[in-house]
């Protein structure tokens, strides 16, 4: 692999998020699109319907400022934050622009989806080498949209798409998103092209996209799987990514912190985002939550499995009542709510289960991939005092920083880098995405 001490490496972005306003206006500029579905989307997410076509019209008779209009709205900025809804409703604008939706719908045949994918990456990997990027690892997801003749011939194609890249300043890599509920046709593929000639391009399998509801207990089948073709064929081995902690709204804090402790004991290499795992459970304040009672149960487990760890941690797990609260919770129905209320002392104590459970990863050997810009963006980690990496710091977590989706984003990895010195910077050129 050709490394550069100088260059920076970025280990989690997203192909089609790597895609930048101008190369995506450019790649517009001729194009008849049915813009009511993004359009409706936005309408409901941000109350105000998208003026696409005006701008895009604008652009294509170079009127001053209209550019940067198209970069304002492409890009989720500062002004967008707030939820993964509100950053969906951009995003769409690659998905309906592009032709994922229409390859979806079978309007839009391979070879031509094909093509304008691996377009991109040539532009995303050319804008990136002139960031000093010198190794970048790109996630796709291939979603259900594909048979499995079309996923074997979309990842061989893209990696030969790579390929072309190997004697150069800049070295690409894939990593294939595979669906939570139901990951194993992608396996097939991903199995078939890492023993292909161009397989040693292709990082591993990643998880990504909503979290909630599908716990990593869930894949411990595929993660064993991964681990088994890995013991087979160890010249292409497979790193298994794993997005997690970063959406938490239905479970109990302790809960969100143990998902990520657990998808590090399931085998996970790295964990993206990870915000439970360190976030300032100050940032929270005094509150009340739910979670279901097989959460629950599941978290109690938990408590007992390791409580001789928490112990040295001051979590101490009473046994009796950890069983009595087993038994009791166990004859209700397993989708019932609990509440948990928060108050000084029960964040403080969650506070010292993150300590426990990153002294855990450090030593199981996973590293945590920190994006801040979509902490700030869409976790709603705005202010720097709370942001997870001053505790990954303090405790000795390996970690690296990573730009996550810098297209739509509008950001650079060194931008990304310079946000996480948490006391100094905590700042980014905001929606001009022209700048990058
Ligand atoms: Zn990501």
Known sequence: MYTHPRKLADLHTHLYGCIHSSDFLEFLRDREVDWTAYQSNFQRVYGANPPIADILERCRRGVAGSRDDFARLFVFGDDDAGNFDRFQAKYDMLNHGGSSVGFSRGEVPLPVFIDEVCGFIHKIIAKQRRQNVGYIEQRMNLGKKFTQAQSNEFVR????????????????????????????????????????????????????YLEEGYPPKDQRELFDAVKDFNRRRPERALAILYHVGESFNDKSLESAVRWVHEAAELGAHRLGHAISLGVDPDRFGEHSRSESVAERIDQLRYDLRHREGLAKFGVHVDVPKVTEELDRIGALPMDHQLTIEYDEEKLDELGRRQRYAIGCIRELGAVIEVCPTSNRRIGGINRPEHHPVKQFVANNAPFVIASDDPGIFGTTLAISCRMTRWNTLWTCPGPAGVKC
């Open 157 to 208: 194609a893209m990696l030969e798409t790579y390929s072309e890249y190997e004697d150069s300043d800049i070295q690409p890599r894939l990593a294939i998103s595979l669906a939570r509920d139901n990951p194993w046709p992608e396996w097939e593929a991903v199995q078939r092209a890492a023993l292909g000639p161009s397989g040693h391009l292709l990082t591993g399998i990643d998880f990504c």
